[in-house]
């Protein structure tokens, strides 16, 4: 077995007041088992099975209210109802010694009639429609209703949706909140160009369309304190036809902005594509920037993980399909053994266990 001095990945760090015994995170994964948009004790198992002393979990996203739906049992954590049935989730978490963030979000117009509160409209930074997508199972066609473009008053509303979030989420017992400005949804429509076509406050210029963001950060770092915020963010990419003309502009105006929070860390989606022998760049200038953890993550491997550790590229690793599918993938990039292969089709299905907790763990480990 590899030294453990040898395996980057492998390495503690401190994440502000949280010890990490390893790099290794364990990315919000949306699986669409909470029936009702209500946590399932099934998910107990689910998250524990994936947790390491020292180890960092961000949850799934949870939705900050009865508008922030857009897909079939996905929770939330607006409700006392939501909230305590987070509770032993993420005390099975912490009892094996587990860092644990909830991701809060609001997916603004990536959404339809069928999941708003009595058939409304989605709401949006703007009214443009979304044309159909692949949905997150990566088979089936998804159709999304035109969105409301929200009125300039009830913008502070939706802030403060963010901040009742991040208050329930310490009452649920959560370690911090990961902020969902990412992969297309409300906060990254707002953010985006190509999407937010507003002429207030709230758009135009990078300031006005970086504004509700920064609100909702202000909000939450105001109700918990910096030390238990993180944010996650995707500027380069163009999820759910969210894109920007100048990424890295707005990926350097985000992190200047993040710094002046001094929040636990700015967790960014890479574009970069994972090729043998090479070092991701593409968030370099980006990461140089933020002077807190930095956490990248988009189909990165052992190797390209390690690598991105050791050039100083990112702080920490947050893998996705590869940590679904095996649950002990520290000990797995440890050992350097061979790793389970992930079923796409039960990504997101409403099964309590097939693709959810059955996938083995390695022999010596059972």
């Keep these: 077995m590899a030294a453990l001095d040898a395996i980057p990945l492998l390495t503690p760090y401190t994440m502000g007041k949280f010890e990490l015994s390893h790099r290794i995170v364990l990315a919000p994964l949306t699986r669409q088992r909470s029936y009702r948009n209500l946590p399932q004790p099934h998910a107990i198992l689910y998250y524990s099975q994936r ?3 020292g180890g960092l ?37 912490h009892e094996k010694g587990g ?49 409301r473009r929200l009125q300039i008053e009830e913008i502070p509303l939706l802030v403060n949706d963010f901040r009742v979030a991040a208050r329930n989420a310490i009452e649920a017992g959560f370690d911090g909140v990961e902020i ?9 429509q707002f953010m985006k160009d190509q999407v937010n076509d507003r002429i207030d406050h709230y758009g135009g210029s990078l300031d006005n369309r970086c504004r509700f963001a920064l609100e909702v950060i202000d909000a939450v770092v105001d109700e918990i304190g910096p030390d238990r915020v993180g944010i996650k963010l995707s500027p380069f990419t163009n999820y759910y036809e969210c894109e920007d003309s100048n990424p890295e502009a707005l990926g350097l105006h985000m992190v200047n902005a993040l710094n002046k929070h001094a929040i636990a860390y700015c967790h960014m989606v890479d574009p970069w594509q994972a090729r043998a022998g090479e070092v991701p760049c593409s968030l370099l200038p980006i990461r140089k920037a933020f002077r807190k953890t930095f956490i990248v993550g988009r189909r990165y491997t052992r190797e390209s993980g390690n690598k991105a550790i050791s050039s100083g590229y990112a702080d920490l690793v947050a893998y996705g399909r590869l940590f679904l599918a095996n649950p002990d993938l520290p000990r797995r990039f440890e050992m350097n053994a061979p790793l389970n292969k992930y079923n796409r089709g039960t990504f997101c299905i409403s099964d309590p266990i097939v693709g959810y907790t059955d996938y083995p763990f390695l022999e010596s480990d059972s």
């Design 180 to 188: 969902h400005g990412a992969n297309g949804y409300l906060i990254d």
């Design 57 to 93: 979990l961000i949850s799934e996203a949870a939705g900050v209210s009865d508008t922030a739906q857009g897909y079939a049992d996905c929770p939330g954590i607006w409700t006392r109802e939501q909230v305590e049935a987070w509770k032993p989730i993420v005390d099975a978490v």
């Design 51 to 53: 947790t390491s002393r």
């Design 99 to 147: 860092i644990f963030f909830v991701q809060i979000g609001h997916v603004g117009r990536v959404s339809s009639h069928d999941f708003q509160p009595n058939g409304q409209a989605p709401i949006s930074c703007t009214d443009k429609p979304l044309s159909p997508q692949i949905g997150v199972n990566g088979i089936d066609v998804v159709n999304f209703s035109a969105p």
